[in-house]
């Protein structure tokens, strides 16, 4: 099961809770490839389930969706245990993340809509 969140207060308490491995769609109800990607992602939601699964409409949360950096749609973000894992974009790979100028894990970004990436990116997690 999806679970849509809101706003920022509805995130922070979907990821305090820790899950082993939670993943979270930001899209959008205009977006052809976030129409593709939807049933795909609620497919997976019942396959694994011992994965949690949410949907952010940057739309309805554009705060949220700032502070999580979305720049595109559909961008799928992985946390463990409430950490950031991987950003998924289908476009580019970049290493996108610094801390107070001192460099930290690097956190991957590939953009948009593709089933197969996404999957093997969960399988690799769980």
Not at 27 to 51: D, E, L
Not at 105 to 121: H, M, S, T, V
Request: glycine share 4%; hydrophobic share 40%.
């Amino acid at each position: 099961m999806v679970q849509t969140i809101k706003d920022m207060n509805e995130f922070k308490t979907f990821l305090a809770a820790g899950h082993k491995l939670t993943v979270v769609e930001f899209s959008s109800t205009w977006c052809g490839p976030c129409k593709r990607m939807c049933p795909i992602f609620h497919a997976m939601s019942v396959k694994y389930q011992n994965v949690f699964f949410a949907n952010v409409d940057v739309n309805n949360s554009p705060e949220l969706a700032e502070t999580c950096h979305i720049r595109r749609i559909p961008t799928f973000q992985m946390f463990k245990k409430s950490q950031k894992v991987t950003l998924f974009s289908r476009i580019k790979r970049i290493i996108c993340c610094y801390r107070s100028g001192v460099m930290s894990n690097p956190i991957f970004e590939l953009c948009g809509a593709d089933a197969k990436i996404l999957e093997a990116k969960i399988q690799e997690l769980m």
